[in-house]
């Protein structure tokens, strides 16, 4: 069993340190907002701490998963920040989605204080969190992957390292490569069916068996026939990720012009209203363009 601070409760993060400390892990998290951290602690066994440095004292390893680049950077530098409560020869792992250009530089800061660096994505959305199935895309050396691995076993379905500090969010990029086409040609696919006044539900139980198949559809052709969106991962997440994306993508000369293409599909869902609904909904913004 390993000491453990967890930043970051949100929808991700705090069932992640729920099924940490049913696993037997002594559990000290941390929230910006102090209620969520304290309301943890009211159904969990674990501790709360007001700061990042406070949570991350005395803890073999640190986990977070929060918003974004600056987020990230939040919660570790500064006198507040965990590295500056953490002790030479522990392990940070980073369940953020973020830039790998601030997962180098901060794996960096973290070498030079003493401690490891394993950044570990996730996939799996809220779902996958709340049943322990997340699929866990790991960057950092292998002897650190090797000490994180059991310890993020409590929620994850697959975790494999990819590579060195940095494939891991890398890795994370493909996986928001891939379903940024799905989605989008599932939302044309649905709202044709519909067109030609088939039965939707019906088509999709002939071909999910075929080639055509994947998760999403399995998982997202109901709600997307039936208009509802209040589930699942933000569009304004989706957003995020995907300029995370494109950015690398020019940095290393990798054309994505359907990725860049969906981001702004995206950027009109938004402009409807629609930042917090389920990425499903690009088929709503294909409902309005036939309005």
Request: hydrophobic share 45%; charged share 20%; aromatic share 6%.
């Amino acid at each position: 069993m390993a000491n453990v601070a967890f930043l970051g409760m949100g929808v991700m993060g705090a069932p992640m340190a729920g099924h940490l400390a049913k696993a037997g892990h002594d559990v000290c998290v941390y929230n910006r907002t102090s209620a969520k951290a304290e309301s943890w602690v009211e159904v969990h066994e674990g501790t709360s701490a007001e700061t990042p440095r406070a949570a991350a004292a005395g803890r073999d390893i640190v986990m977070a998963c929060v918003g974004n680049d600056d987020d990230l950077r939040g919660v570790c530098l500064g006198d507040d920040g965990a590295f500056a409560g953490m002790a030479e020869g522990s392990l940070f792992v980073d369940h953020t989605t973020v830039s790998a250009e601030v997962t180098r530089e901060l794996a960096a800061a973290a070498a030079e204080k003493g401690f490891a660096w394993v950044d570990a994505p996730v996939s799996g959305g809220q779902a996958g969190a709340e049943n322990g199935q997340l699929v866990i895309m790991c960057g950092g050396a292998q002897d650190d992957y090797d000490r994180a691995e059991p310890v993020m076993a409590a929620f994850a379905k697959v975790s494999r390292r990819m590579g060195d500090v940095g494939a891991g969010q890398l890795t994370k990029m493909v996986n928001q490569i891939c379903i940024a086409g799905l989605v989008q040609g599932l939302s044309e696919a649905m709202l044709f069916a519909q067109k030609a006044g088939l039965d939707g539900e019906a088509v999709v139980d002939v071909i999910q068996g075929g080639a055509a198949g994947s998760w999403q559809m399995v998982n997202r052709h109901k709600t997307m026939l039936e208009g509802k969106f209040d589930h699942g991962f933000a569009v304004d997440w989706m957003r995020k990720d995907l300029r995370i994306c494109l950015s690398e993508a020019e940095n290393i000369g990798a054309p994505l012009p359907g990725t860049a293409l969906i981001d702004q599909y995206y950027k009109d869902v938004q402009a409807m209203g629609g930042g917090r609904w389920d990425t499903s909904s690009l088929i709503a913004r294909l409902k309005a363009l036939g309005a």
